[in-house]
């Protein structure tokens, strides 16, 4: 079985516009979530983590140029825009051509262009835009991929089934490299659904602390780019080297009260990866703030006996992006490799869950190798990847 590198990567979230600009504001401890009052997106206040719209129109004018697309801004939905944005700059940092027969594109969205369900949207863009089909047809046509899309939509595990997905495509031989990108965007839509459950916090959210109230949503973009052969020009190799996933068939929105699923996912993911637990260096958690998610987390990490390895959660910084979310955490995560630095678990005081885990309540600098990454979502479904430095 062929090795995957992760060969460039790329986050959008709002932070900013790529993986620098985002590890930057993660190191200084910054969180990109504030209350909006935007009754395009919900009647009341709320607080949310939102792309700069101002940025995300110039930034895509300039690839348009870049690409030398003829059509208008116009043509393109928010979302569009972003995946787009997000792509281009990650393949800047690879010598990947998408048009090569041998590279696939694979999208994570949990609703795609949901938005264009509202009224304002109707007349301005073709009804089958809200397809996820037709959202990949876009992205697709404006980078020339040759082979058909790979969707993956699978709740908020999403964007970390795609990277397996990928890396199993790859390790096969199927293909040499993978653009693994994943996005979602704050709508009434998603927003209303999250209030109806009463999981949206008043606040900041808080994963793992002992006040956690709730998840914050965001929007945000993210994209990996993979490949069988070895990244050029750099002495710092990032594998990804095994991935799980696994359902606990407990509840339609709530997760496994025990953990074990989600510790089921973790250890095989482990031991695909030829890693020893004791190996494991950081754990990127799911981190909602939510206080069954953070609470079976927790129990899952317990079972697996990984207590004592720095934990954090990306969702205090730009919330819960949904589709996004699993490439995004993992674009940082890698960054974390990168520079040997674990990004504190922002909002977190007050250890609030029954195991004893390590949440990094200050930036921890150390020698970072070997990594999990879990998500757990909606229908009970987990997930679990492990990244190898060398």
């Given at each position: 079985m062929k090795t995957v590198y992760a060969v460039s990567e790329n986050i959008i979230s709002s932070l900013g516009f790529t993986s620098r600009e985002n590890l930057e504001s993660l190191l200084s401890g910054k969180t990109g979530i504030t209350v909006h009052h935007n009754e395009t997106l919900y009647p009341q206040p709320v607080p949310l983590s939102l792309v700069d719209s101002v940025q995300l129109e110039q930034r895509f004018e300039s690839v348009l140029a870049e690409y030398k697309k003829q059509h208008s801004p116009a043509f393109f939905t928010r979302?569009?825009?972003?995946?787009?944005?997000?792509?281009?700059?990650?393949?800047?940092?690879?010598?990947?051509?998408?048009?090569?027969?041998?590279?696939?594109?694979?999208?994570?969205?949990?609703?795609?262009?949901?938005?264009?369900?509202?009224?304002?949207?109707?007349?301005?863009?073709?009804?089958?835009?809200?397809?996820?089909?037709?959202?990949?047809?876009?992205?697709?046509?404006?980078?020339?991929?040759?082979?058909t899309p790979l969707i993956i939509s699978n709740a908020c595990i999403s964007g970390v089934i795609a990277l397996i997905a990928a890396s199993r495509l790859l390790r096969s031989g199927t293909y040499d490299s993978a653009v693994v990108t994943g996005g979602d965007i704050a709508t009434e839509f998603v927003i209303s659904g999250f209030q109806s459950f009463q999981a949206l916090s008043p606040e900041p959210c808080k994963p793992f602390d002992l006040r956690r109230n709730g998840l914050s949503l965001g929007e945000g973009c993210g994209s990996i780019v993979l490949s069988s052969n070895p990244p050029e020009n750099t002495n710092v190799r990032i594998m990804l080297m095994g991935g799980s996933v696994?359902?606990?068939?407990?509840?339609?929105?709530?997760?496994?009260?025990?953990?074990?699923?989600?510790?089921?996912?973790?250890?095989?993911?482990?031991?695909?990866?030829?890693?020893?637990?004791?190996?494991?260096?950081?754990?990127?958690?799911?981190?909602?703030?939510?206080?069954?998610?953070?609470?079976?987390?927790?129990?899952?990490?317990?079972?697996?006996?990984?207590?004592?390895v720095p934990v954090n959660s990306f969702k205090g910084y730009w919330g819960h992006t949904l589709g996004a979310s699993g490439v995004m955490e993992s674009a940082a995560l890698i960054g974390s490799m990168k520079t040997n630095c674990i990004y504190k678990s922002v909002g977190f005081e007050t250890p609030g869950v029954s195991e004893r885990i390590n949440i990094a309540a200050e930036t921890i600098y150390k020698p970072v190798n070997n990594c999990l990454k879990t998500a757990s979502g909606f229908g009970g479904c987990n997930a679990a990847l492990v990244f190898q430095k060398t």
């Open positions: 979302l569009e825009k972003m995946l787009i944005l997000s792509a281009a700059d990650a393949l800047r940092g690879s010598s990947i051509n998408p048009e090569n027969e041998k590279t696939i594109l694979i999208l994570s969205t949990t609703k795609g262009n949901i938005d264009l369900l509202e009224d304002r949207f109707m007349a301005k863009f073709d009804h089958n835009r809200v397809y996820l089909w037709a959202l990949a047809s876009v992205i697709r046509n404006f980078f020339g991929f040759k082979n696994s359902n606990d068939a407990n509840h339609i929105s709530g997760p496994s009260r025990t953990g074990e699923e989600l510790s089921m996912a973790i250890t095989r993911a482990m031991n695909e990866s030829g890693i020893e637990k004791a190996g494991l260096d950081y754990i990127s958690a799911h981190g909602t703030a939510t206080p069954f998610n953070d609470e079976m987390e927790a129990k899952a990490l317990s079972l697996c006996n990984l207590n004592d």
